[in-house]
């Protein structure tokens, strides 16, 4: 189970910092996601981190703005999200490796 937390509404230049908490499967076994899906557009993904946080990726659109981390001791992934702009406006998944757990998704709304 995946359980995203920390969305909500942001004024733009704001932050955010979401949290996914796992349970019932190895956490430290996965890589994983930050997925997102603004309203009427595709899922995008926004970040992913390594087993061990060892190595990271960023889509283009959020390089440099947002941060992804993981605790494995904790069985939880982060998104520190900064300079926040109306297009970051979507809804926020948590999603492993395969077989590709999903989170519930947390709103982010930057208004």
């Known amino acids: 189970q995946l359980v995203e937390s920390g969305g909500g509404l942001v004024q733009p230049g704001g932050s955010l910092r979401l949290s996914c908490a796992a349970s019932g499967f190895t956490f430290s076994s996965y890589w994983m996601y930050w997925v997102r899906q603004a309203p009427g557009k595709e899922r995008e993904g926004v970040a992913a981190v390594l087993l061990r946080g060892e190595d990271i990726a960023y889509a283009d659109a959020v390089k440099g703005q947002f941060t992804i981390s993981r605790d494995n001791a904790k069985n939880t992934v982060y998104l520190q999200m900064n300079s926040l702009k109306p297009e970051d406006t979507a809804v926020y998944y948590c999603?492993?490796?395969?077989?590709?757990?999903w989170g519930q998704g947390t709103q982010v709304t930057v208004s």
């Open positions: 999603v492993t490796s395969s077989p590709h757990y």
